[in-house]
């Protein structure tokens, strides 16, 4: 940015941020998104249960001979299968709607709870459905209806699951006692081929062991809900204390920012006068100056400047944390063209310091912010020349690894260490062996390399070479074609 002269009137532009009070932004808790994420599981393991139910009925009719009739009636596998069948058909619908809910952005833990009741109704009529027509009160598999109850458990309120609870009780009940009553036709199971007698018969007219059945397999539902939802409350508990957790994170970071954003405004404005009036003094002023005060002049300007560019990082920094896409202009670039460009800019620098900078590139396109990219690549080399000792290399690299663009600065300059590689990112963070070679940094450098990367869906990374040096390097997504290569 500009710097301001003491003839120029500083401008003091409303500070770039937002006075309100800091929210969680708009949009799904940890609670719903894992209860979006539930239900669209369970969906999926209902089509495993049915196919694995179709398959058991199918061995059972023809591999092992097991028959179901209704009194004189000739044994028939129909029913059970056409209730298969409409499994897979509701579930079709519900596996539709959930992808709905959770691309659509029609997501709400109302909508949630209706679509999961939804779907325990429909199981719990199903199965039970199915075993009236597999033998009804004889069937072992009866207990397959107490499967829904962990269903409700994990996705519904507690009050609502035990609501499931009285209605798949309220189902056994009305199965059992019709069958016994006559009300509903009995389903014989006939493990002959239907050659000889029923193996199973009379139970369902047994009001002991009906009332038996009934009674357990209520007790067992409201137990199970019990079990399953005291479980589920305890996580839910911990979803939503992660939840508070994430929120006072987030809004330690948008303070942060703001801090960041609101001192870098304030504090530029004054830096850049004091900035102004030294550079004046010290042209003005200087025959009538002694040289120990012309160089503590010297001193104070060096240090305004540097303190003046900590500022400009700072705000660069916060702009890139609060708001990337606004900060963003992407555009089709050539990532070699940006490379050779920084090369040119810095060569004599390089040959000042007796160093050899050289190039290796091949076209690279890729679709970024070219500023911003070419400020990283900036970094890269200006930190390479810097901590590189005289008479050491400096190569710069631009090649591609479908489907990245990369780009790789290498030095033999003073490398990293293990502790310094693993921390080089983080904001503010200086290596030891870089201060001792330069004492002046802010530590925001690298970290703005890493947002900007980030932010345009890339890879950065640093590691030591073998031979001694450091290896710097990014890599972003490569552009399809040209704009002026596509068909028009």
């Not at 599981?41 to 196919?51: C, D, E, N, P, Q």
């Not at 694995?52 to 023809?62: M, S």
């Not at 450091?470 to 068909?487: E, G, N, Q, V, W």
Request: hydrophobic share 45%; net charge neutral; charged share 20%.
């Amino acid at each position: 940015m500009p710097e301001s002269s003491d003839n120029e009137p500083v401008e003091l532009a409303t500070p770039e941020v937002d006075t309100e009070p800091f929210d969680c932004e708009p949009g799904l808790s940890i609670t719903e998104r894992e209860l979006v994420e539930r239900l669209g599981w369970f969906t999926h393991v209902r089509w495993l249960m049915a196919g694995g139910t179709l398959v058991l009925l199918l061995f059972c009719w023809y591999g092992l001979g097991v028959r179901f009739h209704v009194a004189n009636m000739p044994p028939t596998l129909r029913p059970a299968i056409y209730i298969t069948c409409l499994i897979f058909l509701y579930n079709a619908v519900f596996t539709v709607l959930v992808r709905r809910i959770r691309h659509g952005g029609l997501t709400s833990q109302r909508r949630i709870i209706l679509l999961a009741l939804a779907q325990l109704a429909c199981d719990m009529l199903a199965v039970t459905a199915l075993v009236h027509h597999t033998g009804g009160m004889a069937n072992y598999f009866l207990i397959l209806v107490l499967l829904p109850m962990g269903i409700a458990s994990e996705l519904l309120p507690q009050s609502l699951a035990y609501l499931c609870a009285a209605g798949a009780s309220l189902l056994i009940n009305a199965m059992a006692w019709g069958e016994y009553s006559g009300v509903l036709e009995y389903v014989h199971v006939d493990l002959s081929g239907g050659i000889g007698e029923s193996v199973v018969c009379g139970l369902h007219a047994d009001w002991v062991y009906v009332l038996q059945v009934t009674s357990s397999m209520t007790a067992m539902s409201f137990m199970m809900v019990f079990i399953a939802s005291a479980i589920s409350t305890r996580l839910r508990q911990r979803e939503h204390e992660l939840e508070n957790a994430y929120c006072r994170l987030r809004h330690t970071g948008e303070a942060k920012s703001f801090f960041m954003r609101k001192a870098g405004h304030e504090m530029r404005a004054p830096l850049a006068a004091i900035v102004s009036i030294l550079d004046a003094v010290g042209q003005d002023a200087a025959p009538e100056l002694s040289d120990q005060q012309q160089r503590l002049m010297r001193r104070a300007s060096l240090r305004s400047k540097a303190l003046m560019e900590m500022v400009n990082d700072l705000r660069r920094y916060a702009r890139l944390r609060a708001a990337p896409k606004d900060v963003l202009r992407v555009s089709y670039r050539a990532l070699n063209e940006l490379a050779e460009q920084v090369v040119e800019l810095f060569r004599a620098q390089a040959a000042t310091a007796k160093l050899d900078l050289s190039v290796r590139i091949e076209p690279a396109p890729v679709t970024a912010d070219e500023e911003l990219i070419k400020q990283v690549v900036i970094n890269f080399v200006t930190n390479a020349i810097q901590y590189t000792p005289a008479g050491g290399k400096v190569e710069v690299e631009v090649r591609m690894e479908k489907p990245w663009a990369v780009l790789e600065v290498a030095d033999t300059g003073i490398g990293l260490s293990e502790t310094a590689r693993r921390r080089l990112f983080e904001e503010f963070y200086r290596s030891p062996e870089a201060k001792k070679t330069f004492r002046d940094g802010t530590g925001l450098g690298l970290s703005i390399c890493k947002r900007i990367i980030d932010i345009h869906g890339g890879q950065i990374s640093a590691e030591s070479r073998p031979g001694g040096g450091s290896l710097f390097s990014f890599r972003l997504p490569l552009a399809a074609t040209c704009p002026m290569d596509r068909p028009s």
